[in-house]
């Protein structure tokens, strides 16, 4: 079962000795530390090298100084092919299953929907890691001085260190220009540059074939051979019972060298280049794959790899650099975020965590902010498939999870900073994402569900499938597309762009047009509800440990219900969108009146016998669930139903919710918390929750149940998943500016441990970009810069009023409202200084 897989770290020996040996840190150069991660060994574990990538091709640096590992990824290299999920549909069997579970028999229910409505397998393809980048250093065991870093403001990978009186240094990069890796080795003396590189596939083990089985396909081997002086890997994934045809890839290696000799050496295992007594040399890797969309992959990834390399070959590597950090730079620089006064420690990065732990290092908070973006800059670009839930950076045949796209939680985190943090084009790949998936759950939703409009439930893969998978606990939940397509109005409120509303808005109404169709009246109480759906992965009671027979049978806890809090939420705020975009482009009077009574008709929000908001239509919430899940919270956040300010009984009972839950938990579960505490205006609490997931997790110990953050910043599920990232920069975002509710507020749950601090660049919905300086816990000024004419309303701080609004030094007028609110009206590209008592 896919949910209970165990990963496995590729230990090398060879590293944890380098580790070991490596002696003598070199500090920082001068000059800008505070978006910089760096170490004074080299990885021993892939959750301790440094991650690089474009949108589309990945690498992740070892920084080892004899063997150097540089783990590549393609982001379309999945297993399998173009396929039909679906099976022959459940529509016929779906009144007997809404009946079983009005009724109360639950088991019965998700027995006959396993029966009838699961996809034709289990399981979906996996992301697959391209291979390996190899480099021979020979006698380079031992250096001195060394140090690997990576800086965020540049995108590039350097590792340097001495060989007696030898300087060395590598740099690495993975172009959004040109399209390429880029390794650049060089000495401070001429003719000491000599290496063999070379590329390396991988193969599943008898191990990954046996735990992966058949439903997710393999990738099967790849060759190495070489053409010229290039080295060529070519693969075809394994053929997949699910497919017909099957993806290709190919990569290809070359060096250009200033000085010295590069030779082919084919008399070893494979073949590999030797390059000797250069003075520098450039390696470049570009890989490709056959697909062109989810349901073509007739690309032909030779042509390309051969093509986009040449012409990066061609170039001088100063002009790669410069127009990789440029490209880079426009998107990087556009927020900055400092907190804390005492500056930055000047420790290596691992180190930062212990200090972070014991308040002395807020700067932590900043860089693992920055590193987040960073990483949406490097695995969600225009053209480039969405971040997956590892982003684009898998080492492992058999990933956990897949590696895919899990839309109950984890895909949609991943963009919950696109917007706020300025990178509102990074979202454009979900969006793409969904455009598909309204094509092939149009079939799913009619398959089983006989209804119009499209439908995704928890999990879709690069071949855009839509039909249940794993099982009924967790296959029966089918808000998964409504959810995403709330992902859309959301980019709309932050850049107001209509045209973009125009092209968004059909996907937005087949999303609700689905549900307008199989909202069913619950017999009890006639309220409108989703049936059969679940609160996703959880049922009630908690999630008790799966009870395994040795005849391998199970029980398993039955989750499937109608009417859960997360569904009502998304439908809600769904409806509401749909009509009000509907509204604003004048279309669809009918459709819009449609949505708004079935608004009126879904089941409420219901506070239980604990106090709690209830996740359930019953009371049935346990007070010792712990579950990771916290779906009935949707509506603090990423939804905005509920606010201490305009519900605040609903924002006691999801207080109270909150802590039954407790603080612990998998690293998203805890950063979904922060960005809830933050929602519901608790800073203390919120940065509680930032202290427990920027833990230090252990990189070897991956049986621990404890969520974290590896040494290298990426977020501990475990094992190693990248949603907690993301989530993580959100909430702190969300500490520090909100905008929903139809107003800005700022600093709205700032903890003390950030009593000075300043940002640059964050987005408010209505397009208006804010700065803002704080001082000893006080707000000191904010400039607001609108892209499009607006009226917002502004919220300083609790107990803070606003003194003035200033247009180049000159006072413009403003309305004060109750609360110390202000409206303003600002003009398009004009900058506003709005000064605080
Ligand atoms: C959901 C979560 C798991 C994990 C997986 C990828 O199933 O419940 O914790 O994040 O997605």
């Known amino acids: 079962m896919g949910h209970n897989r165990r990963f496995r770290w590729p230990v090398s020996l060879a590293a944890a000795v380098l580790a070991m040996t490596a002696v003598a840190c070199q500090p920082s150069p001068g000059g800008q530390i505070d978006s910089v991660l760096w170490y004074c060994q080299p990885a021993a574990h892939w959750v301790e090298a440094l991650p690089l990538g474009n949108g589309r091709l990945g690498a992740m640096v070892f920084g080892r100084t004899l063997d150097e590992r540089i783990a590549l990824n393609e982001q379309t290299l999945w297993t399998g092919g173009p396929y039909d999920s679906n099976g022959e549909g459940g529509a016929a069997s779906l009144p007997e299953i809404r009946r079983l579970v009005f009724d109360g028999k639950h088991k019965e ?79 401070d003396r001429p003719g000491q540059v000599s290496l063999s590189a070379t590329l390396r596939g991988r193969t599943n083990s008898k191990a990954d074939e046996e735990e992966r089985g058949d439903d997710a396909g393999t990738q099967g081997a790849s060759t190495i051979g070489s053409e010229g002086l290039d080295v060529v890997l070519r693969g075809r994934v394994a053929p997949w019972k699910l497919s017909a045809d099957r993806l290709r890839y190919e990569a290809r290696l070359r060096a250009v060298v200033e000085g010295g000799t590069v030779a082919l050496d084919n008399a070893r295992e494979h073949d590999a280049l030797r390059i000797h007594q250069a003075d520098a040399v450039t390696l470049f890797v570009a890989a490709a794959t056959s697909f062109r969309t989810f349901d073509d992959i007739s690309d032909d990834p030779g042509t390309r790899v051969r093509e986009t390399l040449a012409a990066a070959a061609r170039q001088p590597y100063s002009r790669l650099r410069d127009t990789h950090l440029e490209e880079h730079r426009r998107l990087y620089r556009r927020v900055s975020l400092t907190l804390g006064t005492k500056g930055v420690p000047d420790v290596p990065t691992n180190e930062r965590f212990g200090l972070f732990a014991k308040g002395q290092d807020e700067g932590l908070v900043a860089l693992y902010f920055q590193f987040a973006r960073y990483l949406l800059i490097g695995s969600s670009r225009p053209g480039s498939q969405p971040a997956n839930l590892q982003g684009l950076w898998n080492a492992d045949m058999n990933p956990a999870w897949g590696s895919k796209y899990t839309s109950n939680i984890n895909l949609e985190m991943n963009y919950w900073p696109a917007e706020v943090a300025n990178l509102s084009e990074c979202h454009e790949p979900l969006f793409g994402l969904v455009a598909d998936l309204a094509r092939t759950g149009a079939r799913t939703a009619r398959l089983n569900f006989g209804a119009n409009g499209w439908v995704l439930g928890h999990n879709t893969d690069i071949w855009r499938a839509t039909a249940p998978i794993h099982g009924a606990y967790w296959g029966a939940w089918h808000a998964g597309g409504a959810w995403l397509a709330t992902h859309l109005w959301e980019h709309y409120q932050f850049t107001q762009d209509r045209a973009f509303l125009a092209r968004a808005y059909p996907l937005m109404k087949g999303a609700a047009e689905f549900f307008l169709d199989t909202l069913v009246k619950h017999p009890k109480h006639g309220w409108l509800v989703t049936c059969p759906s679940s609160s996703p992965e959880n049922g009630p009671g908690g999630d008790p440990a799966w009870k395994k027979y040795p005849d391998g049978r199970y029980d398993k806890p039955v989750g499937i219900c109608a009417g859960p809090t997360i569904d009502l939420q998304i439908l809600r705020e769904l409806f509401d969108q749909c009509a009000l975009a509907a509204e604003t482009l004048g279309r669809d009077p009918e459709f819009r009146a449609r949505a708004r009574q079935a608004r009126e008709g879904l089941a409420p929000m219901q506070i239980g016998r604990l106090g709690q908001l209830q996740e359930w239509l019953e009371d049935l919430d346990s007070p010792d669930d712990h579950h990771r899940h916290v779906s009935h919270l949707w509506g603090v956040y990423p939804g905005s139903l509920i606010s ?34 933050a929602r519901l205006l608790d800073g203390e609490r919120a940065h509680a929750l930032l202290r427990n997931q920027l833990g230090l997790a252990d990189s070897v110990n991956i049986d621990t149940a404890r969520g974290g953050t590896y040494p290298n910043l990426m977020d501990a599920h475990p094992p190693f998943q990248i949603d907690g990232n993301f989530g993580g920069a959100a909430g702190i975002a969300e500490m520090l500016l909100q905008s929903h509710g139809g107003e800005i507020a700022l600093l709205p749950a700032l903890p003390k441990a950030w009593g000075t601090g300043r940002f640059e660049g964050l987005v408010a919905r209505g397009a208006v970009v804010v700065d803002a300086e704080w001082r000893g816990g006080r707000l000191v000024r904010t400039v607001l810069r609108p892209r499009v004419d607006a009226s917002p309303r502004l919220r300083p701080p609790a107990g803070q009023l606003v003194a003035a609004v200033l247009q180049e030094r000159t006072p413009v007028p403003f309305t004060r409202l109750s609360g110390g609110v202000v409206r303003l009206s600002l003009r398009a590209g004009a900058t506003y200084e709005v000064l605080f008592d």
């Open 644 to 677: 201490p300010r305009t519900t605040p009984a609903l924002a006691n009972a999801a207080r109270q919710s909150l802590r039954l839950r407790g603080d612990a938990g998998t690293g998203w579960s805890m950063a979904w918390k922060i960005n809830l505490w």
């Open 109 to 187: 229910a998700e027995a006959l929907f396993e029966k009838t409505m699961m996809g034709r397998a289990w399981e979906q393809a996996q992301y697959q890691p391209l291979g390996d980048l190899q480099l021979l250093f020979p006698g380079h065991a031992f250096p001195t001085a060394y140090r690997r870093s990576l800086d965020l403001d540049q995108a590039i990978a350097t590792t340097t260190y001495r060989l007696g009186s030898i300087q060395y240094q590598r740099e690495i990069f993975v172009s959004p220009v040109d399209q390429v890796i880029v390794v650049r080795i060089s000495a």
